[in-house]
Nanobody, 120 residues
Framework: VQLVESGGGSVQAGGSLRLSCAAS?????MGWFRQAPGKEREGVATIDRDGSTNYADSVKGRSTISRGNPTNTLYLHMNSLKPEDTAMYYC???????????????????WGQGTQVTVS
């Protein structure tokens, strides 16, 4: 499965953006992860085949993950952005697991190249 992200950029604090990820194939779980300089990669949100979602506490209430069927496109809409949201955001896909492996990025088999989000 090949994944290609788009939609990153620079935004002001309090703003919003939507990330998109085009997938060449279909997997049970898909998710968004992020990695800031000097920090470990962390889960932002995941979604399973049936549309069940999971969110990190840091983005809960101001983010929405969704996936299109059968377009195999993954989205992440984020509102009320904060400077601490600044990171490289990655789209990923894998098999089924608890919370679609929100806290276990090592379980994800397929990764996109990433898209930078900078909030100032």
């Amino acid at each position: 499965v090949q994944l290609v992200e788009s939609g990153g950029g620079s935004v002001q604090a309090g703003g919003s953006l939507r990330l998109s990820c085009a997938a060449s194939g279909y997997t049970y779980c898909m998710g968004w992860f992020r990695q800031a300089p000097g920090k470990e990669r962390e889960g932002v949100a995941t979604i399973d085949r049936d549309g069940s979602t999971n969110y990190a506490d840091s983005v809960k209430g101001r983010s929405t993950i969704s996936r299109g069927n059968p377009t195999n496109t993954l989205y992440l809409h984020m509102n009320s952005l904060k400077p601490e949201d600044t990171a490289m955001y990655y789209c990923a896909a894998t098999y089924a697991g608890p919370d679609c492996w929100l806290r276990s990025p090592d379980k994800y088999l397929h990764w996109g190249q990433g898209t930078q989000v900078t909030v100032s």
